[in-house]
């Protein structure tokens, strides 16, 4: 079998640009596109060249109970791979964000923080 790679992720936000502006000052991504999407909703696609975020916004309201963990079918967390963890938790307590859960484990190191909708991203580092 070919190499399968994940290309891409899809959240549903509140505010799609001000998600992508937050994933650029934390990851230094970049907007691979944005504009109408599915039922009159908006995306932001978010990342590098080869791999990306979908950030989607219904044309309906968004605040939904309750968080990720408790909701089946809901995403637990994305994990994103950095070379240097104290730089990027840097710039994720620039963006005015609390990080939470730091571990040192074989092999790697890792934090963890919640954007403005309750996402969690593990940010890890293997160096």
């Given at each position: ?42 995306t932001v696609h ?13 044309a309906s309201d ?66």
């Amino acid at each position: 079998m070919a190499d399968v790679l994940l290309e891409h992720v899809n959240f549903t936000v509140s505010d799609p640009d001000r998600t992508a502006r937050m994933l650029n000052a934390v990851f230094g991504w970049t907007i691979r596109w944005s504009g109408p999407s599915k039922g009159g909703g908006y995306t932001v696609h978010v990342g590098t060249d080869a791999r990306y975020v979908a950030l989607f916004r219904p044309a309906s309201d968004v605040d939904g109970p309750g968080d990720s963990l408790t909701r089946a079918g809901a995403v637990n967390h994305i994990g994103v791979l950095v070379d240097d963890l104290a730089a990027a938790e840097a710039r994720v307590l620039e963006q005015g964000i609390k990080t939470h859960s730091h571990q040192t484990y074989d092999p790697g190191s890792r934090f963890y923080f919640h954007d403005e909708d309750r996402i969690e991203y593990e940010v890890v580092s293997y160096g």
